[in-house]
């Protein structure tokens, strides 16, 4: 009996995994058909409230993670490479560090924490007091009203924003190497253009627009689909975020992989061109 129950709840939890995936395929299909009708979200206060509240808003929050990411992995690596008398290309080592994948995950993270949660509990909280049905009501769309604004604007700022945060964590960097610990600042430069090529610069970019849709459809999903309640909307949250989380962890590995094998054929055959 005891088998035969955990097949049971094995298969309920499969099942309910599929339908799940099926309802946020749905979901992502509406999106999609929200953005070919501007007039409901091309608007001052609706995109462009969002652009400023998931983009202008993150700046400081960025900006402070992102420099304080660059002056820790100077103040880790930094003994290790003055052992063996190389410290100024330490600067290579963060620098394409940061603008490959610390910079754009970082910068994801944040904005899942400090974006999606609020962007859950907004929708969330319309959803629970039934605002949302009576948009339905009155013959609106409330994809395209609240969801289209915001996911686009998750996906046009977040690159803004990865741009700051590896910004932030270069300058923090070469700080820390040049001024704390006296590094030659000549060969820390050089170092640093001979490490990192045009194209990884392009390939954190593309990997934050990855990242940045994959938060704001799942904050948004949450949003919509979560259950009455206080208790509800603060289970959507967690699940907001955890979710964002592991998908940008995912998609990380991934892109990872397919980025590098591209700029390795790009940068081995025309490297003139991204350097």
């Not at 402070?64 to 330490?90: D, K, N, V, Y």
């Not at 929708?123 to 915001?150: F, K």
Request: hydrophobic letters at 50%; proline letters at 3%; charged letters at 15%.
């Amino acid at each position: 009996m005891g088998l035969i129950r955990a097949v049971a709840a094995l298969g309920s939890a499969l099942l309910h995994g599929v339908a799940g995936f099926g309802r946020f395929c749905e979901f992502f299909r509406d999106v999609i058909r929200g953005l070919f009708h501007p007039r409901a979200w091309f608007r001052r206060d609706r995109l462009g409230r969002q652009l400023y509240e998931v983009g202008t808003r993150s700046i400081p929050v960025l900006a402070i993670t992102g420099a304080f990411t660059g002056m820790t992995l100077a103040f880790e690596g930094f003994p290790q490479f003055r052992a063996i008398g190389q410290e100024g290309r330490l600067g290579g080592v963060i620098n394409l560090s940061i603008v490959k994948q610390l910079g754009p995950v970082l910068a994801a993270i944040m904005l899942a924490g400090r974006v999606g949660c609020a962007l859950t509990a907004e929708i969330g909280s319309m959803r629970v007091t039934e605002q949302l049905d009576a948009m339905r009501a009155m013959a609106s769309d409330p994809v395209r009203i609240l969801v289209v604004p915001r996911v686009l604007a998750c996906i046009l700022m977040i690159p803004i924003l990865t741009i700051v945060s590896n910004a932030c964590g270069v300058l923090g960097g070469w700080l820390v190497v040049t001024k704390f610990y006296k590094a030659d600042p000549v060969a820390y430069v050089r170092y640093s253009e001979l490490f990192v090529y045009g194209i990884d610069l392009y390939n954190g970019l593309i990997k934050s627009i990855f990242f940045g849709t994959a938060i704001g459809m799942v904050a948004c999903y949450k949003g919509f689909n979560c259950k009455p309640g206080a208790e509800g909307v603060g289970a959507a949250t967690t699940q907001s975020f955890v979710t964002s989380f592991m998908a940008i962890i995912v998609q990380g590995v991934i892109l990872a992989k397919v980025l590098n094998d591209i700029a390795y054929w790009v940068v081995g055959g025309v490297s003139s061109v991204f350097k």
